[in-house]
């Protein structure tokens, strides 16, 4: 069957205030596309999801997605790195349920105008790509925070994708995948940065990539050295002529507030955007969700999962032989056995 | 260092701010280079110790003096020093008027000092009265300060030497929107013939009036907000004339009635539907404030009075209220020429009117530091509310205390070469604009101030900049002194005439 266009984005709960308010801002401009929310998590006691009052035509859970020994493949992951890691059976998925052009947008974008360009390039163009750079850096500053952190997380960033359904799409689907369903890890000394920094590679790897060079597009904290906003009647400009078609609000919260102060400095239409953003996150807020809530961070006991014993995990075969079901707390369970051999769980180890 | 840091230091700001310094009698330009940036003091208003090593950790990594590092190679490299950012702040710190009413909820004053009997007993004088002027506004005249209150006393004083009776009414529980009080929680403060009398709820005012009134009378809106709608079209029913909108700010075409657009833009009231609106704090109220005004329009049928042709377009530009018919009176007029003394020495240029950045403040003070040192300028501020935190000389000047001329005499006794009135919302009128005139100066203004830069187009009376950029290069390069050399040569004060307002409508509408 043959299928439009479909946006999906990814997250888990913590993250649902700002993903209903990406994909309002997409129903603004595009009423037709498909929505879909990829969702890693499980609902806190007492909150109950449900699609009809979502801005969303359908979610697909963690467990609806084609990945064995899943309960092992979460653990591995902390949550950015799963809810990234998803990306890549979500859209092999999408692709294979014959949707004709998939845009991945992460839930911390909101739309200013249409994709339209978008949409039209993928007639020609199987991947559009959004760079997190256009233009060089001319200072200190800017080029450890903007270029030299695009050496270590990506050229690409990865909060935008566009994938036409044909034979180079799929095959950068599938090939994106594999890879993330073993190596989407933020492990930066080992070359990885979850699902991003994959994309360096694509130009090279596969043909029919077009790298979208067009400041209107993931305007954000990285790239606002050389981007100028203006707030006008009919629009929101990058430097005066380009719409803006999405500001992605990496960080909310004072590390977002330091980079903005920083860097959009005195174009105040850049702190009116984020006003706004605010004021969008508390109209759409979930308030049955606790701050830190990610079913998948805690032992059924509530014992908070460390990062060290997810590494531990993922790197130790034979635990991952041993405990099949890590989230189990029976008595024969991982986080028996990380208490009686680790200090990771903040006890002093019994033997 | 110290010579770099001398040239933009402010010895006056860093006394000011540092009381110790002051106190042990210490150099404030030897402590701040030796102590006082390692303490993260700021050697003047701009400038942020603590934010530019913040925003800047490489500089922080040097140990060197950030302000120093700033004036000699952080500058040219555009690096930012943050922090300080009064305009950035005042976004972060933005609330929906929904939130707002919310809050001011909590603290409403609900109880009220006149009940219907003492009403009518004080209302039964009003009665033998030629005409009765019902006047509202969003705060009582005779104890806020600004323009539309100086135009109540204008009015009160006009009507009053007429025969006729001033009945002023403002709301006690303070809105800069449109009450949403039923008439039984709208607590208003009563002001008749210039003396405080109570405060009495809106229903007993309506049957008390309605029942004492059967004279000539007239409403007069000189503010809608804090008002309610649905009593202000009561009271009109109650009244025999054609009432008057007075057009004093753009309460009805935004509920930001200073048409700033997250207060910190001007947004030259846009269409509702504009994207301006929609990214902006005001927009989701200004759908039903609209709703608001144009019945009240419709109920009213008012004349609709602008303090200055431009004012009158602006607002015949945004609206499409019904309205009986729209005029023009200015609040005061300038009279012929006297002549004044003539002085030398260095520019003196003033701030006039509050201190906020609306108004200009902040890209005053940062233009009197960055010439603090310099001969060719002396920098002063003028009127009721004395800044914290500035060493600019301040002139303590209340127009409300002192009389209509007490501000521009104030500018002609301290030989004030140029006001800088760099309003950044289009004024209808400007009183200091006029204040400025009368008192022989010349006004520095922006292009978005309305009817201040209007005046300096049709007057030759000062000079436009499109930019602050502009304005800073006049300074630096000393063009703004032009402006003064050229009135110096022909000093002269002009002196101030006040209308009388509505009163002198209604005579104009009898004749």
Redo the contacts between chains.
């Keep these: 069957m043959i299928r439009g266009v479909l946006c999906f984005t990814s997250i888990s709960y913590h993250y649902l205030d700002r993903a209903r308010v990406l994909a309002n801002s997409i129903r603004e401009y595009h009423p037709d596309w498909h929505l879909a929310l990829g969702l890693t998590d499980r609902e806190p006691a007492g909150f109950r999801f449900s699609l009809d009052d979502e801005p969303f035509d359908s979610v697909v859970r963690a467990e609806d997605l084609d990945v064995p020994d899943l309960e092992a493949w979460l653990f591995k992951h902390d949550v950015v790195e799963i809810c990234t890691a998803v990306k890549g059976p979500l859209l092999a998925r999408f692709l294979a349920e014959g949707w004709q052009k998939v845009i991945y947008l992460d839930p911390d974008i909101a739309l200013?105008s249409d994709l339209r360009p978008v949409v039209e390039a993928l007639d020609t163009y199987s991947i559009v790509l959004t760079p997190h750079q256009l233009a060089p850096e001319d200072?200190?500053?800017a080029i450890?925070d903007n270029e030299i952190s695009s050496l270590k997380h990506g050229t690409y960033n990865l909060g935008f994708l566009a994938v036409r359904n044909d034979v180079n799409g799929r095959g950068v689907s599938d090939w994106w995948d594999a890879r993330l369903r073993k190596y989407c890890y933020d492990q930066k000394e080992r070359g990885l940065f979850v699902d991003q920094k994959w994309f360096d590679l694509v130009p090279a790897l596969f043909d029919n990539v077009l790298i979208l060079r067009d400041p209107g597009y993931n305007v954000a904290s990285w790239n606002l050295t050389h981007r100028h906003l203006s707030?006008?009647?009919?629009?929101?400009f990058v430097n005066d002529l380009y719409p803006l078609r999405f500001f992605h609000f990496t960080k909310l919260g004072p590390i977002g507030?330091?980079a903005t102060?920083?860097?959009a400095?005195?174009n105040?239409?850049v702190?009116?955007?984020?006003?706004?953003y605010r004021?969008q996150i508390d109209r759409w807020s979930a308030p049955g969700i606790p701050d830190d809530w990610w079913a998948y961070g805690h032992f059924p006991n509530g014992t908070k999962i460390p990062r060290g014993a997810r590494l531990m995990y993922r790197e130790r075969h034979e635990l991952q032989r041993m405990f099949p079901s890590p989230f189990s707390d029976a008595s024969n369970g991982l986080a028996k056995w990380l208490e009686a051999n680790t200090a990771l769980l903040g006890n002093r180890i019994r033997r | 260092m110290a010579r770099e840091i001398a040239t933009e230091f402010d010895p006056g700001f860093y006394l000011a701010s540092n009381g110790d310094v002051q106190a042990a009698r210490l150099d404030p330009l030897l402590h701040y280079v030796i102590e006082g940036w390692k303490e993260l003091r700021d050697p003047n208003a701009n400038f942020s110790t603590s934010a530019y090593l913040a925003a800047n950790p490489d500089v922080g990594a040097l140990r060197v003096n950030p302000f120093w590092h700033y004036i000699v190679s952080g500058r040219s490299e555009g690096r930012s020093w943050s922090g300080k950012d009064p305009r950035a702040d005042l976004i972060r710190q933005l609330s929906t008027i929904a939130d707002l009413e919310m809050a001011a909820l909590a603290t409403d004053q609900m109880s009220a000092t006149l009940d219907a009997g003492r009403l009518r007993s004080i209302l039964s004088e009003v009665g033998s009265a030629d005409i009765l002027y019902i006047a509202v506004s969003q705060d009582s005249y005779k104890i806020a300060i600004g323009g539309i209150q100086l135009c109540l006393q204008l009015e009160e004083k006009a009507v009053m030497d007429d025969g006729g009776a001033y009945l002023h009414l403002f709301p006690i529980n303070k809105r800069s929107w449109l009450s949403r009080a039923s008439n039984e929680n709208l607590l208003l403060g009563v002001n008749l013939n210039g003396a405080f009398v109570g405060t009495s709820f809106a229903d007993d005012l309506l049957s008390v009036l309605g029942e004492t009134v059967k004279s000539k009378s007239i409403l007069v809106i000189h503010s809608m907000l804090g008002q309610s709608p649905t009593f202000m079209v009561q009271l009109n029913n109650i009244c025999t004339e054609t009432p008057i909108y007075w057009n004093h700010d753009h309460s009805s075409i935004c509920v930001s009635y200073n048409l700033r657009r997250n207060m910190v833009a001007s947004c030259g009231g846009p269409p509702l539907s504009s994207v301006q609106c929609k990214m902006c704090v005001f927009g989701e109220e200004r759908g039903s404030h609209l709703a608001h005004m144009k019945s009240i329009f419709s109920a009213l049928n008012p004349i609709v009075v602008s303090p200055s042709a431009f004012a009158k377009r602006y607002w015949e530009d945004r609206t499409d209220y019904r309205h009986a018919k729209s005029i023009v009176l200015e609040h005061c007029r300038i009279g012929p020429a006297e002549p004044k003394p003539v002085r030398s020495g260095a520019a003196r240029v003033a701030f006039v009117g509050t201190p906020a950045s609306s108004k200009g403040w902040d890209v005053f003070t940062a233009l009197a530091s960055k010439h603090a040192n310099d001969a060719r300028y002396e920098f002063r501020g003028f009127g009721r509310h004395r800044p914290a935190g500035t060493s600019i000389q301040w002139h303590d000047v209340s127009v409300l205390e002192t009389g209509p001329t007490a501000m521009s005499d104030a500018l002609a006794e301290a030989n004030i070469d140029i006001a800088f009135l760099w309003s950044l919302c289009p004024e209808t009128f400007s009183f200091t604009a006029f204040e400025t005139i009368s008192a022989g100066a010349s006004i520095i203004t922006n292009g978005q101030s309305g009817n201040i830069a209007n005046l300096v187009e049709n007057t030759g009376l000062g000079t436009v900049y499109s930019t602050d950029r502009e304005l800073f290069e006049a300074f630096d390069t000393g063009t703004v002194l032009q402006l003064v050399a050229r009135r110096r040569q022909e000093p002269e004060r002009f002196p101030l005439i006040p209308s009388g307002m509505t009163a002198e409508i209604v005579k104009g509408l009898g004749r």
């Excluded at chain 1, 707030?231 to 929101?236: H, T």
């Design positions: 200013f200072q200190e500053q450890i707030i006008e009647d009919d629009g929101i507030d330091q102060a920083r860097y400095a005195d105040y239409e702190h009116e955007i984020w006003a706004w004021r």
